[in-house]
T-cell receptor, first 114, second 114 residues
Framework: DAGVIQSPRHEVTEMGQEVTLRCKPI?????LFWYRQTMMRGLELLIY????????DSGMPEDRFSAKMPNASFSTLKIQPSEPRDSAVYFC????????????FGDGTRLSIL | DQQVKQNSPSLSVQEGRISILNCDYT??????FLWYKKYPAEGPTFLIS?????DKNEDGRFTVFLNKSAKHLSLHIVPSQPGDSAVYFC?????????????FGTGTRLTIIP
């Protein structure tokens, strides 16, 4: 079974550059979640989508962050312009909708902003 | 405001013995609880869950106990094996459409000593 696929696995870029992280959820899952993991704040939810529609973006830190889900099999998280404090591991997860369903995570993108 | 707390950052247990990981929560609206296991450089992997209508759920070597009055849950691993060495995250949600997001604890690093 193909799990959640994230790309790239690692990204190193200079401050001010645009960064785009990509996610392919598990086929048939209609909820998609973006998380950020840092030492200071642990795992925190940034935004989630249901049937490609953003439901809750209250965790998005500021306007430099944006997320899209143009179709059921693809989502992007964009940071523009990037700053050193954005350095973290970013995870994407997906789940089925309907009752309580566990979320399944990708292996993350380790982002370093110099 | 940390709504899900894992007060032990680390735990070491002898192989073959029982590992007990603890988690406390403050939000009485939470009605679904999950445990995730995370290896380095990988995403969290769903382990086991429990609904608030139950007080125990078992899956092989893993058992989760829920004490709603104390707002406390625990994960028991018996017997512990070296492959169980990982970081364990407790998570909670109060389900339903629009409330699928998970709130995570900060994790407990479990080390199984051969």
């Amino acid at each position: 079974d193909a799990g959640v696929i994230q790309s790239p696995r690692h990204e190193v870029t200079e401050m001010g550059q645009e960064v785009t992280l990509r996610c392919k959820p598990i086929s048939g899952h209609n909820s998609l979640f973006w998380y950020r993991q840092t030492m200071m704040r642990g795992l925190e939810l940034l935004i989630y989508f249901n049937n490609n529609v953003p439901i809750d973006d209250s965790g998005m830190p500021e306007d430099r962050f944006s997320a899209k889900m143009p179709n059921a099999s693809f989502s992007t998280l964009k940071i523009q312009p990037s700053e050193p404090r954005d350095s973290a591991v970013y995870f994407c997860a997906s789940s089925s909708t309907g009752g309580h369903q566990p979320q399944h995570f990708g292996d993350g993108t380790r982002l370093s902003i110099l | 405001d940390q709504q899900v707390k894992q007060n032990s950052p680390s735990l070491s247990v002898q192989e073959g013995r029982i590992s007990i990981l603890n988690c406390d929560y403050t939000n009485s609206m939470f009605d679904y609880f999950l445990w995730y296991k995370k290896y380095p450089a990988e995403g969290p992997t769903f382990l086991i869950s429990i609904s608030s209508i139950k007080d125990k759920n078992e899956d092989g070597r893993f058992t989760v106990f829920l004490n709603k009055s104390a707002k406390h849950l625990s994960l028991h691993i018996v017997p512990s094996q070296p492959g169980d060495s990982a970081v364990y995250f407790c998570a909670a949600s109060h389900g339903g459409f629009g409330n699928e997001k998970l709130t995570f604890g900060t994790g407990t690093r479990l080390t199984i000593i051969p």
